[in-house]
């Protein structure tokens, strides 16, 4: 049974500093590529970041970029998302999630869209106060 568990949430002021965890087990974690995803009271969930299965390559949204960082470390079956200089628009619960096809590389597009995804956690939350 796959497993996908985040951590590190937490209540932060503005400017502050977050890592974010996710735990997979239950299937060769090192096989898939991996991602961050969002979701804000009242809006959609949106894309954050991705990580390829190697770790070669990452992607990230507009919003974020140059202010989180993804990684993975294959060895201890976890991925993380740094997130610096975090912002009140930054408030959601964040979900992690499993791609569905091993050691796939695809178009940066490819790794945005939920369904690309196939086991996901049950999300922490990240508050950021102004």
């Known amino acids: 049974q796959v497993q996908v568990v985040e951590s590190g949430g937490g209540l932060v002021q503005a400017g502050g500093s977050l890592r974010l965890s996710c735990a997979a087990s239950g299937r060769s974690f090192s096989m898939y590529a991996m991602g961050w995803f969002r979701q804000a009271p009242g809006k959609e969930r949106e894309f954050v970041s991705a990580i390829t299965w190697s770790g070669d390559s990452t992607y990230y949204a507009d919003s974020v970029k140059g202010r989180f960082t993804i990684s993975r470390d294959n060895a201890k079956n976890t991925m993380y998302l740094q997130m610096d200089n975090l912002k009140p628009e930054d408030t959601a619960v964040y979900y992690c999630?499993?791609?569905?096809?091993?050691?796939?590389?695809?178009?940066?597009?490819?790794?945005?869209?939920?369904?690309?995804?196939?086991?996901w956690g049950q999300g922490t939350q990240v508050t950021v106060s102004s």
């Open positions: 999630a499993t791609d569905s096809r091993r050691y796939y590389r695809g178009p940066a597009d490819y790794y945005r869209g939920p369904a690309t995804y196939q086991y």
